[in-house]
């Protein structure tokens, strides 16, 4: 299935995600995010558990960008970053690494995440690294950036 990639604040079109059943199991993710607002380096990447990536507003005002897309994909209720082959929550896929421009074309695998999974949920791409724990908090991914509801 292909989903298409939006700048959460702007809504502007930067890029898509095809994610394929991998025949070992999991799920396959070819990126390709194309001019980009985000800097070189690495990105947290995320299913959310949510079809749905409005921006939300906290009780102080504050604005969250993609809000509505909910948490990370966690459907055993783990609570905890592990990455793509911890034994977390299943929302944690392997961080991705942009370039010049805020373009990153790769492909990432998550082994433990089923194809038949995504389907109504998002995918969120994080400001800043992902280094797949609890501390900081999110493993030190921040604000969401990019995302497009899986459909």
């Known amino acids: 299935m292909m989903i298409a ?6 809504f502007e079109l930067v890029g898509s995600v095809q994610a394929t059943p991998h025949p070992a199991g999991g799920t396959a993710f070819a990126v390709t995010i194309i001019h980009s607002r985000l800097r070189e380096g690495r990105h947290g990447f995320h299913v959310h558990e949510y079809g749905d990536v409005s921006p939300t507003q906290k009780p102080d005002g504050e604005i969250v960008y993609g809000g509505a897309a909910g948490s990370h994909y966690d459907p055993q209720r783990t609570g905890k970053h592990r990455g793509p082959y911890g ?20 492909v990432v695998y998550a082994p433990r995440l089923l194809y038949s999974a995504l389907k109504g949920r998002s995918l969120i791409i994080h400001l800043g690294g992902d280094n797949y724990t609890d501390h900081p908090p999110n493993g030190g991914g921040k604000a969401r950036v990019l995302g497009g509801v899986i459909l």
């Open 87 to 106: 034994h977390g929550h299943l929302g944690d896929l392997p961080y991705l690494t942009f370039g010049p421009g805020g373009n990153c074309i790769e």
């Open 5 to 10: 990639i939006y700048d959460l604040r702007t």
